[in-house]
């Protein structure tokens, strides 16, 4: 059953103030009217956007978590400002996490 639309929960507060909010969770609403929490995430370490799970099933929606959760621990911080043989190491990893575990979820 596929997802018709998708809500991500508020964010925590910046620390220390949000060391004990709750992390962010994605909640989704399928075909058939009902909604599931599909599961929660670290925001300094993967981000997401409802709209990416418009169309996926829950399994392929756990599939979208499990490439971003790989591609953080492979190459945390991929984007920001490293040395340019860095970044291309890290596009290289990202690249082969989408070979292995596909493109289409």
Known sequence: MKIISAI?????????????DPMPEVVATF???SSKSLF????DEISFRASEF?????????AL?????????????WSGGHHRRHLAYCMYLHVLVLFVFGTST
């Open 8 to 20: 991500i929960t508020p964010m925590p507060r910046p620390m220390p103030l949000g060391m004990f």
């Open 31 to 33: 075909e058939d009217g």
């Open 40 to 43: 929660t995430f670290y925001p």
């Open 54 to 62: 418009i169309g996926l099933t829950e399994q392929e929606s756990h």
């Open 65 to 77: 978590k499990q490439r971003k959760d790989i591609a953080y621990v492979l190459c945390p911080g």
